[in-house]
């Protein structure tokens, strides 16, 4: 099984190897499974066949996995390029990321590490340089892991003093920034070394006479966090 987190290249890990596929190579593998050969596929992305056959030699020699299968055709032709399941396990945790990142254009990106997995209340504990947060389970990841949280700058709301309600993580910062951006501000929290963003409104900014300085609590809930593991 392939793992793929996100960013400019995607980083793909397969049983202890890593490759950095980029969006061109991302695309190629798109086109091949919609178009069933490489010739097409290199034509789809403007690249020349023997660059997309590089693209594909050399992420099956740094992954040490097949991703691509080639068929040969007789004399009257029929033969063509697919993607193996691996090849299609890759494309697919590429899709899922985006998809994540298209709902949640605007987004805290914090590397963290899972320190502990609870199956009964469903949630897993993980770190972020001082603080630990909750997010939801995700039985394929085991204690230890280094993975990716996700935090949507709208879900992330401002306090003056922590509540108990159904907001698990609560931690305390300090206001670094603030930016109006049409009619929200846009607001940075350091918080123990980590930098989070909120965007509030402007009538919430005035309720809580916010300013560069000014201690205050942040808070979201644990499925607010998505995660993908690196």
């Known amino acids: 099984m392939a ?100 709902l949640h254009k605007d987004v805290n990106e914090i590397e963290a590490e899972i320190i502990d997995i609870n199956d009964v209340k469903g949630v897993m504990t993980i770190r972020m340089e001082s603080f630990e947060i909750n997010a939801p389970l995700n039985r394929n990841y085991e204690i230890g892991d280094k993975i990716l949280a996700l935090i949507s700058y709208d879900n992330i709301f401002l306090m003056l003093e922590p509540q108990t309600s159904s907001i698990r993580n609560i931690l305390k910062g300090q206001i670094v920034e603030m930016r109006l951006e049409g009619e929200i501000i846009r607001v940075k929290v350091n918080v123990g070394g980590v930098t989070l963003c909120s965007d509030i409104t402007v009538s919430a900014e005035k309720e809580l006479s916010l300013n560069i300085g000014k201690d205050v609590y942040v808070g979201f809930k644990a499925m607010s966090v998505a995660t993908l593991k690196l």
């Not at 980083?11 to 190629?28: A, P, R």
């Not at 091949?32 to 290199?42: D, F, R, V």
């Not at 007789?74 to 697919?82: E, F, L, Q």
């Open 3 to 102: 793992d793929v987190s996100a960013g400019v290249e995607y980083k793909i890990n397969v049983d202890g190897n890593s490759f950095l596929l980029d969006s061109k190579k991302y695309q190629l593998l798109e086109s091949i499974l919609e178009t069933g050969s490489l010739t097409s596929a290199a034509k789809e992305i403007k690249v020349s066949y023997r660059t997309a056959l590089n693209y594909i030699e050399k992420m099956e020699s740094t992954l040490d996995v097949k991703i691509v299968s080639t068929t040969k055709g007789g004399k009257g032709g029929g033969g063509g390029t697919s993607l193996t399941e691996e090849g299609y396990s890759i494309l697919k945790e590429c899709k899922k990321i985006n998809a994540i990142m298209e």
